[in-house]
């Protein structure tokens, strides 16, 4: 196969930007996309290909090419999709034989290599995790399936199988989220059908979280770290708009598209409140559902944000932990006694999630009713973790 200059240029140059401005992955390429409008979805795909698998596999890429220079990391990549390198692809590192012929070699790097991730990051997961940090960064590192979530409050799962069909989407019910499809693998959802209101794109492991908070109608709910509301949407389904939903964050960005979701949605049950220092006793003792889905390293998502494990440092992450403890410290006074609170992170790593429901259980004014970590590696969802308590 051959390729297109300008296309190469364009994935190494969005890849260059993620590695030496730790730009993100998503926001460089849909704004190269639409800068660059005559791009066709082969176009498209190429550099998308290209630039996901290259900051994905950056350190395996970089063993094989011997180099860490971007453009050698693109054609070691490029060798792997199979296609011939031209000419014109200038760059410090090995050949393309070389590279093919080294690709055997990988399986006996140290782990970090393989797996592409800093060495911090596969101590830490090690630590933490002990054998099973082997097969959960594995399945941290293959593509992300895109999962859907039905709109139960204008539609079924399966209608809504039906009218996806209908517009040539192919999906499937998965198993143990009742309201999640996957979309066929390959496929995209074409714009017009994300704003439709019947269906919006969430992970299935995200989807479970909303139902380990079991929303009732009629109830008083808060969802506390709301950001754009997808959650705070599927409980509104959830509780069929009957009751309040209380969307809270500090980016007022965020909650301005919450508030269009919500509309788009039909979740009239939902309002928005930009968290303030006084927000915990302001609403003081009214929830009769709080889910903290708290700030969190994010490394249950690396398959769908692979930059992120090159943006992520240690001082970060102690910095996340700090505030996931100030959260349980303060705004469970927003919860009735006898009110069921939801910690949740999108982390596998104990430190943000059993760890810290345990600082909570230590004072004594909370029941712990069941924990669960969702692992990338037993479900093939993005990883999560979230536990049940109930205020005494």
């Given at each position: ?37 005559k791009w066709g979805k082969r176009d498209r795909g190429f550099i998308a ?344």
């Open positions: 196969m051959k390729m297109h200059r300008i296309l190469a240029e364009a994935a190494s140059t969005i890849a260059k930007s993620v590695f030496r401005e730790f730009k993100v992955l998503d926001h460089e390429l849909a704004a190269a996309f639409e800068e660059n409008p290909e290209t630039v996901f698998e290259v900051v994905r596999w950056r350190r395996s890429l970089g063993f094989l090419v011997d180099s860490e220079e971007t453009t050698a990391l693109c054609a070691a990549q490029w060798v792997r999709m199979g296609y011939e390198l031209p000419e014109w692809w200038k760059y410090n590192g090995r050949s393309a034989e070389e590279i093919t012929a080294r690709q055997d070699l990988l399986a006996d790097q140290p782990r970090a290599v393989r797996e592409s991730i800093p060495d911090w990051l596969d101590q830490l997961g090690s630590s933490e995790l002990g054998d099973a940090w082997d097969a959960e960064i594995s399945a941290l590192n293959e593509r992300a399936a895109v999962y859907l979530r039905v709109n139960t409050l204008k539609t079924t799962r399966d209608k809504a199988i039906e009218w996806l069909a209908k517009e040539g989407v192919d999906t499937s019910p998965v198993e143990g989220a009742p309201d999640a499809l996957m979309l066929a693998p390959g496929r995209a959802l074409p714009k017009p059908l994300r704003y439709d209101g019947r269906i919006e794109i969430q992970d299935a492991g995200s989807q479970l979280i909303a139902g380990m908070v079991d929303p009732q109608p009629g109830e008083r709910v808060i969802d506390a770290c709301s950001g754009a509301g997808g959650k705070a949407l599927h409980l509104a389904a959830l509780m069929e708009n009957q009751g309040r939903i209380y969307g809270m964050d500090v980016d007022g960005k965020k909650l301005k598209e919450l508030e269009k979701r919500a509309t788009r949605a039909g979740a009239k049950c939902v309002t928005t409140r930009l968290i303030t220092e006084t927000m915990a006793d302001d609403f003081g003792a009214i929830a009769d559902r709080l889910l903290i889905d708290a700030p969190c390293s994010g490394i249950g998502t690396l398959k769908r944000q692979p930059d992120l494990k090159w943006r992520l440092k240690p001082a970060a992450l102690e910095r996340v932990r700090t505030i996931q403890a100030e959260l349980l410290r303060e705004y469970p006074k927003m919860l009735k006694p006898g009110g069921r609170l939801v910690y949740a992170t999108c982390s596998v790593l104990p430190s943000e999630n059993r760890r810290q429901v345990d600082k909570l259980l230590a004072g004594g004014n909370f029941e712990l009713m069941e924990d669960r970590s969702i692992s990338p590696a037993e479900l093939g969802f993005d990883g999560f973790y979230g536990a049940v308590l109930v205020k005494k």
